[in-house]
């Protein structure tokens, strides 16, 4: 097994270990961390992921967005060539569940291009104190972010921040992380 899937495998191990009510508290108080970041403020569109266990919960993100009138967007992966694009989501918008049980946005959904996003929330598992990452291991984000040109920021419990890892020439490291 490769260093970045043993380190994906510890770390995935490590979180899975929070209780609900932790891992509630430890999301929502990250959500707080980034509400105060001035890119969140300046953001009118903001692209994010609708997560599931053991990613830091975005439900807060997303009411928050929601509330301040933000524009939402979700992204949508492709197969097989393993790209992702951003649709428009509102609370209620019908979703589909993909690979991995991800929830995705339907096709219908209005795509968004990725200029018009001022803000990415990335996910991952694993980072360094650099912005690099270790997500799931489909590559999309890295391919998305080779073209995208808005700020992004990570959410990341402790567990997830300052691995070593070796880098390779394709990754883009997340611009911001926000520790809990």
């Not at 912005?131 to 992004?152: K, P, Q, S």
């Amino acid at each position: 097994m490769s260093e970045k899937a043993n380190l994906r495998n510890l770390v995935i191990d490590q979180l899975e270990k929070l209780s609900k009510e932790d891992y509630d508290a430890r999301s929502y108080e990250l959500a707080k961390k980034l509400f105060q970041t001035p890119e969140w403020q300046a953001a009118n569109c903001v692209g994010v992921t609708l997560s599931r266990f053991p990613e830091v919960n975005t439900r807060f993100i997303l009411a928050e967005a929601n509330k301040m009138g933000k524009t939402v967007v979700i992204p949508e992966t492709l197969y097989p060539s393993r790209t992702m694009q951003f649709r428009e989501y509102e609370k209620g918008d019908l979703l589909i569940e993909k690979r991995f049980g991800l929830m995705e946005p339907a096709p219908t959904a209005k795509l968004v291009d990725a200029a018009q996003i001022d803000l990415l929330i990335i996910p991952g598992v694993a980072f360094t104190t650099e912005g690099y990452r270790i997500g799931f291991g489909g590559g999309f984000y890295d391919r998305y972010l080779a073209t995208y040109g808005g700020h992004t920021v990570a959410l990341l419990f402790r567990e997830q921040s300052g691995h070593f890892f070796s880098n390779e020439k394709h990754d883009i490291p997340v611009q911001k992380l926000l520790v809990d």
